[in-house]
């Protein structure tokens, strides 16, 4: 694996996995990069973010793990099989059960890295009634800029290959719709996760997704949030000198 691509996951990692954002804790949460056209490496099954090492990196090929999102009826052993065969390297460590959605999103246009963590403030809205409204409400012209005019909302599946078949569902139906490749899924009753071209972008929206949920929270509890109308998020999205940060910031 090429270094630089290793230190800036892993730095990503370690980030999301600190004490300082705590956007997960022990065994929460899990990040990837695309290496090339073939494989990918990911978080390997049962590692922590805040101190993964090199070694808790498993390097998967692509075409070991897409077709199972096909395979409806595929029982847990016949998934845990399909995730050790992925391995490039036999003797590496099992591949967390999520590298099925991290295969799958890798796959999408403009994506070589994600993201994805239990965030608090993001979860205490997706385990709310107010879970949908927040994938479709932008409350900030920098939300828009960084987590896109809308978000991809995947109704409560369980982890696994289910979860893995919904992202896929909703994200293509979210493209079908919208005409626009998403940066940020949203996972009722679960958790966030963020798509980009770098470990940085990916670091950048999470970041701000969190924000932006702790000011719908601080908002809700104040009479409701006061939301940007469509026009005015299409407006910040497809203002030239918002292409120049989203350029300048890795997005
Ligand atoms: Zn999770």
Do not use: W
């Amino acid at each position: 694996m090429p270094t630089d691509a290793v230190q800036s996951l892993l730095d990503l990692s370690h980030a999301l996995g600190g004490e300082r954002l705590r956007m997960s804790i022990l065994g929460e949460g899990n990040t990837s990069l695309r290496l090339d056209a073939e494989t990918f490496t990911v978080k390997a099954s049962g590692s922590n973010l805040a101190t993964l090492r090199p070694a808790e990196l498993t390097v998967c090929r692509f075409d070991r793990l897409l077709p199972l999102l096909d395979a409806p009826s595929a029982n847990d052993q016949e998934v845990d099989q399909a995730l050790f065969a992925a391995r490039v390297d036999e003797a590496a460590r099992k591949p967390s059960i999520e590298a099925l959605f991290h295969a799958y999103l890798l796959t999408l246009p403009g994506v070589a890295c994600v993201g994805h963590v239990h965030a608090i403030a993001v979860n205490q809205i997706l385990c709310s009634t107010r879970a949908r409204d927040f994938a479709t409400a932008r409350t900030c012209p920098d939300e828009v800029v960084m987590c896109g005019v809308e978000s991809v909302f995947v109704p409560y599946c369980e982890p696994g290959l289910a979860l893995s078949q919904g992202i896929r569902r909703e994200v293509a139906a979210f493209i079908r719709r919208t005409g626009r490749d998403p940066k940020v899924i949203l996972l009722q009753n679960h958790g966030i996760i963020a798509v980009g071209p770098s470990p940085k972008a990916v670091l950048g929206t999470l970041l701000m997704a969190e924000k932006a949920a702790e000011i719908f929270v601080g908002a809700a509890a104040l009479g409701g949030p006061a939301c940007l109308t469509p026009a005015q998020c299409e407006r910040i999205a497809g203002r030239p000198d918002e292409h120049y940060r989203q350029k300048v910031l890795g997005l």
